[in-house]
């Protein structure tokens, strides 16, 4: 099956910084989910790229979608402690059968 | 809308004995998924139910885990015997159709603890 890989596994972060994260295939992928999950949480759902270079905004989060569809990335502008959690990225098929990412583990100190 | 409703949200138990997870999806939602979440680890799919019917049953190991969702609304995941590798949270998730793209939302999970 697909694989998918996440970088950094573990990112710490002042307040106020910004930061990103990676998610690369070796194959093409047809579309790319993000979801977040807090400590002792579950994923929470937060975007989806379909298209070639596509670029999505949330408030202070920017997701992107690489021209070649092989590799996404979410990058958090002036980090809050409500950025702490972990994120994963999740390559989706056409029966909407979802593979996940390692997650990058966020830890935010004030 | 309510969330996808899991129980029980801890189970220890020891190995070799059995369990029972049971989740109930949102509302509407035709897709039913069960996740098996290692510490530090992304979820694994292990079973995919589209209403009544498996759509994808091929990282169940299927000597120990069954999953069932008859009535094509809750499901149930068993494990029989637990073995000490088994230790995880055990998510279920739905969406509203088995196809591309479609937002998966997840239950609190039940997590697992193997003695």
Redesign the interface.
Known sequence: GQQVMQIPQYQHVQEGEDFTTYCNSSTTLSNIQWYKQRPGGHPVFLIQLVKSGEVKKQKRLTFQFGEAKKNSSLHITATQTTDVGTYFCAVGDSWGKLQFGAGTQVVVTP | EAGVAQSPRYKIIEKRQSVAFWCNPISGHA?LYWYQQIL??????LI?FQNNGV??DSQLPKDRFSAERLKGVDSTLKIQPAKLEDSAVY?C?S?L?????????????TRLSIL
Do not use: E, Y
Not at chain 2, 40 to 45: E, M, R, W, Y
Not at chain 2, 97 to 109: E, N, R, S, T, Y
């Open positions: 897709t530090g680890q992304g979820p694994k799919l995919q759509v994808d998510l998730a969406s159709l088995v196809i591309a793209g479609q937002p998966q939302h997840f239950g609190d999970g």
